[in-house]
């Protein structure tokens, strides 16, 4: 026992306070340049590049021209979009991974009103009841989850997971109906395209940035929201102060699935025209961290989205430009957020040195 | 310690953005003295060249992992090699999906300042048609698509290859493989079976293994084969489980029109043999693979740069053929293949071309029935509209004609001798 005694720790660790805000933000912004830094070296002794030409390509497949300004804007809104989707479970603790399966529901039920309604009806009309279907399908895709969540206790990272290769599979099989060529590809439809006001992602970029809003104001001034939260932080709690828990699990996936619904009707509506099983593209899990890092304020959620797309959409045409496999993408996006996750720690903790706490004393 | 904390990331991140703008504007340089030095040595450079600013954009469905889109950079680096186009005069786009962002990177191609633009998957059509409204002084071809020739679009090209013909000489090599097992005694089953696995019950997938398996029975007249599909145009896994699960219900011999490993790899494990697609897999299955038939896209690319190079039209729906050497086989593999197929494949092939060999020839008795009766004539859905209409009669003259009246297959006759194992795709 004396031996350990005398053999002091170089460092400990200790829990902080609460951060500034300002302060907290510097660190997580050096840990982006930091992890910048070390992709950038990383290219440097692997591919050889010069670090500088990353960041360069980095700027010019995101911002250098007006149109990929535009497509990063675009992007950007489809990812917060679902991000917006699946706060308020995630922020309930109710693990919602089926936004893939909710959005791609709402996909297919927007192009079965553009097949069969396609031409019978004023395109106005007809994007109403793309809109109002979607919603609804992706709203039945997320409730189904949360009735069985709420009733019998079921898991709901399972059960949402599974409703993903359900939804998967039922794409797959209308494509086999509605193509009797056989090649499953559906191609563009001509009816229900979201009128182009502006520019043509200008009406997509403009309903998120007002969900944006929207989700905000729901979350922290809504009675909602508050219950959201209570239950989020204990469900004891909340049967305590008089909250039906499961009405609110059940109501809050309701406006998840909703919002899922209205991602999936932009992308039909005002970009694909069509629908394909990967039409999602992986984005209903992506937008998960996001949420995730923004600590699930909407507004913070515009930045991490955009940290996300601008890494994917910069990378993709660094990785084109040197002829290296599009994989590249998902390597940096992974050392980029394992720098700004780990970066939490010197957010939480401090590093006290111990010889330097021996002098103070 | 907070302040010292904070002092130090301020200065690290003050540091950073001093290295990157300074570094960024020597880069700028460097690189714009390049270009200049660039265009300086093309325009010495011969004829073809003298097109500096001519710039060719590919749009490829994955990347160099699935064996189709491989299959189309091979043709991209043999043409520009071909043609002495720079790297900067070549931008391909990987992973682009058949959706918006089809057309959106399209038309970031055309902010890149290129002048043909070239899409290679089915998908991928009507975005492309999207963007060749649009932007109408820019070429737009599509490999596999069939809405070129009734679209009207000056400015829109679709592109096949007469790929039954090499799939046929690929048959011909199984047929003589199985022959070889047959008299060795190794048949699995009374009569020789192939094993084929397809991606969707799709007129190019019934086109490819109808002609593979008619190869075959032009050398080995008994043999049947069973069709499994993935559903899917690239699922590894799928494929070799298909694979795996032909081989077991007894099939001497696979082949596939799938674009990944997965049935080849599956077939060198239980020492199968294959006839592959798309290029040959003979390093990662010396044992097995006997050959493979592909399209070399090398010659189109050729034709779409030269043409739009010298302002000429690019062919509206061009059909690549043995002759313009679009279809070709790879190289047999002696350690797999039967003794003497590389020269009956030589022979096949001067027949085919000089016409006397037929694919899907429907005058010789009993090589093409369709529920025991012959297939005397046939309406094909050539023209794409929204019903599906079977609209053009395509069998005359004793044969049925593919891809003359469009590039795309249009083939989709279930023949006795093939068995379906699961049609719902």
Redesign the interface.
């Known amino acids: 026992m004396a031996n350990v005694k005398k053999h002091e720790p170089l460092f400990h660790i200790v829990k902080r306070d609460r951060m500034p805000i300002w ?1 907290s933000l ?2 997580r ?2 840990a982006i ?2 992890g910048l ?1 070390f992709c950038g070296l990383l290219c440097n002794i692997i591919l050889d590049v ?4 990353l ?2 390509t980095l700027y010019d497949g995101v911002f250098g ?1 007006e ?2 300004i535009w ?1 990063m804007a675009k992007d950007l809104a489809v990812l917060l979009c679902i991000s917006l989707a699946v706060t308020p479970a995630f922020k309930m603790k109710f693990w919602n991974i089926g936004a893939e399966g909710q959005v791609l529901m709402s996909c297919l039920a927007a192009v079965a009103c553009t097949i069969y309604f396609g031409g019978k009806m004023p395109n106005w009309v007809l994007l109403i009841c793309m809109a109002a279907a979607s919603i609804l399908a992706g709203m039945i895709w997320a409730v189904i989850p949360a009735i069985f969540k709420a009733k019998w206790d079921t898991n709901e990272t399972l059960f949402t997971l599974m409703m993903n290769y359900v939804a998967t599979q039922l794409v ?1 099989y209308f494509l ?1 109906v509605w193509v ?6 559906l ?2 439809q001509a009816f229900g395209h979201m009128p182009i006001v502006y520019h043509r992602y200008f009406i997509l970029v403009a309903v998120v940035a007002v969900l944006t809003i929207f989700m905000y104001i729901y979350l922290n001034y809504f009675k909602q929201g508050y219950e959201i939260s209570v239950v989020g932080e204990s469900q004891k709690t909340a049967c305590y102060i008089g909250i039906n828990v499961k009405t609110v699990i059940i109501r809050t996936l309701i406006v998840s699935g909703a919002l899922c619904g209205i991602a999936g009707f932009l992308i039909v509506s005002a ?4 629908v ?1 099983t ?2 999602v ?1 992986g984005r209903g899990f992506t937008a998960i961290m996001v949420s995730w890092l923004a600590k699930f304020n909407p507004l913070i959620m515009v930045a991490t989205s955009f940290l996300i797309v601008f890494l994917q959409q910069g990378v ?1 045409e660094f ?2 430009d040197y002829g290296i ?3 590249f993408q998902n390597i940096i996006v992974g050392i980029i957020l394992f720098f700004v996750i780990g970066c939490e720690f ?1 957010i939480n903790y ?1 590093i ?1 040195f111990t010889r330097k706490e021996v002098a103070k004393k | 310690m907070k302040k010292l904390l904070s002092i130090v990331l301020a200065l690290i991140m003050l540091v950073s953005c001093f290295a990157l703008a300074a570094c960024g504007d020597a880069n700028n340089d460097a690189k714009d003295t390049d270009a200049a030095t660039d265009t300086g040595a093309a325009d010495t450079n011969g004829e073809v060249n003298a097109n500096a600013d001519f710039k060719l954009g590919v749009i490829l469905l994955h990347d160099e992992f699935s064996t189709y889109d491989l299959n189309f950079m091979n043709g991209v680096e043999e043409a520009k090699a071909a043609l002495g186009l720079t790297d900067e005069q070549v931008i391909m786009k990987k992973n682009i999906p058949e959706s918006d962002a089809c057309y959106e990177a399209a038309c970031d191609l055309v902010d890149e300042g290129c002048n043909v633009i070239f899409a290679d998957s089915f998908g991928h059509e009507t975005y492309m048609i999207k963007a060749a409204k649009e932007f109408t002084d820019v070429q737009f071809c599509h490999a596999t698509g069939t809405m070129a020739h009734t679209e009207g679009l000056a400015n829109f090209h679709n592109a096949f290859a007469s790929i039954y013909e090499g799939r046929y000489l690929a048959g011909v090599a199984a047929g003589l493989k199985l022959n070889e097992i047959k008299e060795a005694g190794a048949l699995k089953g009374d009569v020789p079976k192939m094993g084929y696995v397809g991606a969707f019950t799709y007129a190019e997938v019934m086109s490819g293994y109808t002609s593979f398996y008619l190869g075959a029975k032009s050398v080995c007249p008994d043999v049947v084969m069973d069709v499994q599909f993935t559903g899917s145009w690239y699922d590894e896994n799928a494929e070799k489980s298909a694979a795996q699960a032909l081989i077991a219900a007894g099939c001497d011999l696979i082949s596939q029109h799938a674009d990944s490993m997965g049935a080849p790899t599956a077939c060198e494990e239980a020492n199968i043999p294959n006839v592959s697609y798309n290029g040959s897999t003979v390093e990662d299955c010396p044992n097995t693979f006997i050959v493979a038939s592909r399209i070399n896209w090398a010659p189109y690319f050729e034709l779409i740069c030269k043409n739009t190079m010298a302002g000429e039209a690019i062919p509206t729906d061009y059909t690549g053929t043995i002759a313009t050497g679009s279809v070709v086989l790879t190289d047999v593999n002696a350690q797999a293949a039967a003794a003497g197929t590389a020269e009956k494949l030589e022979e096949v092939k001067a027949g085919l071309l000089d016409g006397s060999v037929k694919v899907f020839d429907t005058a010789t008795e009993g090589f093409i029935t369709v529920g025991g009766a012959a297939l005397a004539s046939y309406m094909a859905d050539v023209d794409t509209d929204a019903a599906y209409e079977k609209d053009t009669e395509v069998v005359a003259d004793g044969y049925f004609h593919e891809s003359e009246f469009r590039s795309a297959p249009y083939f989709d006759v279930q023949i006795d001798g093939i068995t379906l194992l699961n049609s719902a795709y």
């Open positions: 302060q510097i660190i912004l050096a340049v930091l830094l010069k670090p500088m030409e960041y360069k021209t149109r990929r497509k797959a086999i009797p060529s056989g090649s499953s590809s191609g563009e970009l694909d025209h069509s394909t990967d039409a593209g993709y990785a084109n496999s599009t994989a010197f401090k006290m």
